[in-house]
């Protein structure tokens, strides 16, 4: 498995930008699809975003389209994602998250095609 931390979270004011960076270790980073997850207090873990091996296929939940952007590096072993024009409703922590391999496209949104998970940045958005 690969181990995951996150890092760049914190609170700022609505309309702000906040770039959440998941650095991984393991021998093996460039072969996993990676995603970013949020969960809110009192909700369930949501999908945000996942970005394939190559970086060339990229896949939002239609909630944060055109604010958020997933972005990877596997010479750096490094997932970011870019939250522009944050509204009070992100507020959530958010996780990075390591596919199983075999996985499609249509289960990325879902928590079950992620074996390795990070501990979780902490996004505060101020009204």
């Known amino acids: 498995q690969v181990q995951l931390v996150e890092s760049g979270g914190g609170l700022v004011q609505a309309g702000g930008s906040l770039r959440l960076s998941c650095a991984a270790s393991g021998r093996t980073f460039s072969a996993y699809v990676m995603g970013w997850f949020r969960q809110a207090p009192g909700k369930e873990r949501e999908f945000v975003a996942a970005i394939n091996w190559s970086g060339g296929g990229t896949y939002y939940a239609d909630s944060v389209k055109g604010r958020f952007t997933i972005s990877r590096d596997t010479a750096k072993n490094t997932v970011w994602l870019q939250i522009n024009n944050l509204i009070p409703e992100d507020t959530a922590v958010f996780y990075c998250?390591?596919?199983?391999?075999?996985?499609?496209?249509?289960?990325?949104?879902?928590?079950?095609?992620?074996?390795?998970w990070g501990q979780g940045t902490q996004v505060t958005v101020s009204s």
């Open positions: 998250a390591a596919a199983t391999s075999g996985q499609t496209p249509t289960n990325y949104y879902s928590t079950r095609a992620y074996a390795s």
